[in-house]
Structures are given as structure tokens and as C-alpha cells.
């Protein structure tokens, strides 16, 4: 069986754990410089719809809601924290994004209780509510979880039942826009084929499905029908968050090499950034030392540097990837892995607010940008990966992005990075 962990409205969660002040109150996170909402509390979801710019606000609603700058250093040590205590109660966890991931439940005898235990520790050893919803592939695992979240009888902890029955009651209540994968343009031309509910397409002919549609959806279909065979790297959606994290060959402890790893996994993050025609807002970077060798010291950093506005560009977020490496080395210790971690994805050319005192090279309006990552990304499909690297580190700009209604960051202890341009 295969659970789905989801932290309930995460960025607002992470604010109310060291502020108890804010329970209760509808709380609404921003972009950027501010700009507009991108993450909204229960009780301010009926009050202002999402991507709304804080500026068209009336006051009315103003005046009854809490308006707080996007604390990604916050939430990303906090998503950390998160699953380092849920991969302590399951033999495998999947990162999906900065506030979900999958877990392996095989082997326990009442897989509902324990999950029920993981929410519990989670809420008591790091204050942030999650949901679980469980069955045996990774779509039905995300329909579950949608149950446990919304009907509080479960205790945001749902399990699938396997039965078909039950099973097709359930999924007759789902319509084909809330399965895992499919999007507007698929489902629109699966609702003209009077396919319009979850149990529909799992009803639905395999060799119809993919010679009109794609392997992908069919991949779908069999997950409906319970055959686990979706991989987090098969669906073609653009995702939310984009990981890239390997483990070397050997242990390590000079700067160089770990240098020289950062660059190459924030160089490929960006690749698959501009593949899905989207653009990010932070980087996450983080190191990992081996915690099952008892000899050694042990030392887990991560950081989350915040770009000025959201990008694809590889230099500037390689640039922005080795300044939060060096906020976080030390060479005391043998690392064994690396990663980074792109954040808050957006569609490019969508909701993207510009610079006023934007460099050349940082305007994304101009085209030359564009183009040259274009041909990067040309020449190494065609000749292979990295036969062009980006190997410069640009120089940080002498103002930050505004951040007016930033909350502390209250899990971290180094000094607040320069930002990157």
C-alpha cells in the first residue's frame, strides 16, 4: 500500500506554529515583492480567490485578514523537519514537493493506525497538520487523501476501500479534472467521449485510451484499476516543486566537489524547469552526511534562498544555488549527498511580477535570455547532457526583494543571504 502525506494549508501551518496568535484567523500568503496571494488559509479561501494582488483587496476584507510575506526559508526548513520525521515510520518516502510526498506502507498490520500515528508525531514534534490517504497506487493514494482532508470524521487519515462497491461509489464522486494527471485539455476531450468521473476512465478500453490519447494516460487507467505503475518522473504535468538530488560515488568533504555537484544538479532542476514551461521563485539547497555510518559526525543543512522574482534562467539560479551552499558548508564533516530543490513554480509568462531596478540580464522580458538557454538546452539534447555547463557564479545585487510582512525565520541561525540577480 502506498500513502500520500499532505501538510494542510502548509505555508499558513508553518506560520501558526511559532505564532498561536494566528489560529483561527484567515491568513494569506504572498508573492514576491508582495504581490499577490499565493497560499490562503481555510478561512480565507471563502474571501478572495487565489493569485488575487494584494493592492485590489478591498479594504473591507483588509481589515479582517493577516497579509504575511512569503517566508521560504521558514518553509523549507520546515518541510524538512516534516518528512525527517515521517521517513522514521516507513521503509521509503518520495518527495512529490515542498508539502507532499508518498510513502511505502507494506507490512504493517494495521496500516490505518499507523498512519494515524505518523499524524500525530508529526503534529506533536513539529506543529504542522498533515492528511494521509492510502491505497494501493499513487492516483488513488491522492483521491484518498482529498477524503481525508475534507470530511473531518476520518481524522485526515483515509484508507481506500479495495472492494469494487465501495470502490465505485467513491470514484463516481470524483470528476475527471480532480484525477492525479489529467488536465484541462485531456479531460475536456474525455468528457466528449462520456467520460466524465474517476470511475469512467477506470472503466474505460486500455488500447482506446492509448492510441487516441497517450502511455501516460493509460498509466492512469491502471492505477485506477489498482496495478501500481505511475513513477513521480511519468507524468507529463508540470509539477510543483523540481528535485534533483544524487549520492556520490564517495564520501566528500571538500567544497570543491561539492560545488561542482550544486552546479550540476541546479543546472539539470533548470532544464526540466524550462521543459515544463514554468519558472521558479527559490531555490532549496541542502547536503546529507551518512546516518547509518555510527563513526562519523552527522551533520543534515538545508537553505532556501529567495530570487527576486520568479526565473528560468540556469545562471541565476546557479548563482543563487552555490551562495546557499556556502551559507550552509562545513569541512568538518564527509557528506555523502546533495540536492537542490526548485520552489514555487509558476507558468511562465503568468502572474510574474518584474524588477523596476532589473538588470539586463535579469529582465525577463528581454528575448536574449531566452534564446540562449534555448540553445542550451538544444545543443545538449542533441550532443548530449552537459556538453555546455554553466560554471560562473554572478555577482549578488545590492537590494533584496520586498518583503515588508516577513514573519522570523524561526528555525534558522545563519544571516540573511544577499539576494541573488
Keep these: 500500500m502506498i500513502g500520500l502525506i499532505d501538510c494542510n494549508n502548509f505555508y499558513a501551518s508553518c506560520e501558526r506554529v511559532f505564532n498561536p496568535k494566528l489560529e483561527g484567523k484567515p491568513i494569506g500568503i504572498l508573492s514576491n515583492n508582495d504581490g499577490c496571494v499565493i497560499a490562503r488559509s481555510n478561512e480565507l479561501k471563502p474571501l478572495i480567490p487565489m493569485g488575487m494582488p494584494a493592492y485590489q483587496i478591498p479594504s473591507k476584507i483588509r481589515k479582517q485578514i493577516i497579509l504575511l510575506s512569503s517566508n521560504y526559508e521558514l518553509y523549507g526548513d520546515m518541510s524538512q523537519r516534516v518528512f525527517d520525521t515521517v521517513q522514521n515510520y516507513t521503509p521509503s518516502i518520495e518527495l512529490y514537493s515542498i508539502d507532499e510526498a508518498f510513502i511505502r506502507l507494506d507490512g504493517f498490520v494495521d496500516i490505518t493506525a499507523h498512519c494515524l500515528k505518523i499524524k500525530n508525531v508529526v503534529k506533536r514534534d513539529t506543529g504542522i497538520p498533515v492528511s494521509i490517504g492510502i491505497a494501493p497506487t499513487r492516483t488513488l493514494a491522492k483521491l ?208 510574474s511580477q518584474l524588477d523596476f531596478f532589473a538588470t539586463p540580464l535579469a529582465n525577463p522580458s528581454l528575448h536574449k535570455n531566452d534564446k540562449l538557454m534555448k540553445t542550451i538546452d538544444t545543443i545538449n539534447q542533441k550532443m548530449g547532457k552537459n556538453t555546455i555547463q554553466l560554471g560562473g557564479i554572478q555577482k549578488s545585487a545590492p537590494w533584496l526583494i520586498k518583503r515588508e510582512l516577513l514573519s522570523k525565520r524561526y528555525t534558522t541561525d545563519w544571516n540573511e543571504l544577499p539576494l541573488v540577480k
Design 144 to 351: 484518498a487523501n482529498h477524503i481525508a482532508k475534507k470530511q473531518a470524521i476520518y481524522q485526515n487519515v483515509y484508507c481506500l476501500p479495495t472492494d469494487e462497491k465501495s470502490l465505485k461509489n467513491i470514484l463516481e464522486t470524483f470528476s475527471i479534472n480532480n484525477i492525479w494527471g489529467v488536465g484541462r485539455h485531456i479531460a475536456n476531450k474525455l468528457n466528449r467521449i462520456n467520460i466524465h468521473t474517476a470511475w469512467d476512465l477506470r472503466q474505460a478500453n486500455l488500447k482506446y485510451i492509448r492510441n487516441n490519447f497517450s502511455v501516460t494516460l493509460e498509466r492512469t487507467v491502471l492505477e485506477l484499476q489498482g496495478i501500481n505503475c505511475i513513477k513521480l518522473d511519468d507524468l507529463s504535468t508540470a509539477k510543483k516543486n523540481i528535485m534533483i538530488s544524487r549520492s556520490f560515488g564517495r564520501l566528500t568533504s571538500k567544497l570543491f566537489d561539492l560545488q561542482e555537484a550544486i552546479r550540476l544538479h541546479a543546472s539539470r532542476a533548470t532544464e526540466k524547469l524550462r521543459q515544463q514551461q514554468s519558472v521558479a521563485s527559490a531555490i532549496l539547497v541542502f547536503l546529507k552526511t551518512n546516518r547509518f555510518c555510527d563513526n562519523s559526525s552527522q551533520y543534515h543543512p538545508s537553505i532556501v534562498v529567495p530570487l527576486s522574482f520568479p526565473t528560468d534562467d540556469s545562471r541565476l539560479i546557479i548563482s543563487a544555488a552555490q551562495k546557499g551552499l556556502l551559507a550552509i558548508y562545513k569541512q568538518d564533516f564527509l557528506f555523502m549527498k546533495s540536492g537542490v530543490m526548485l520552489l514555487d513554480l509558476k507558468i511562465k509568462n503568468r502572474y
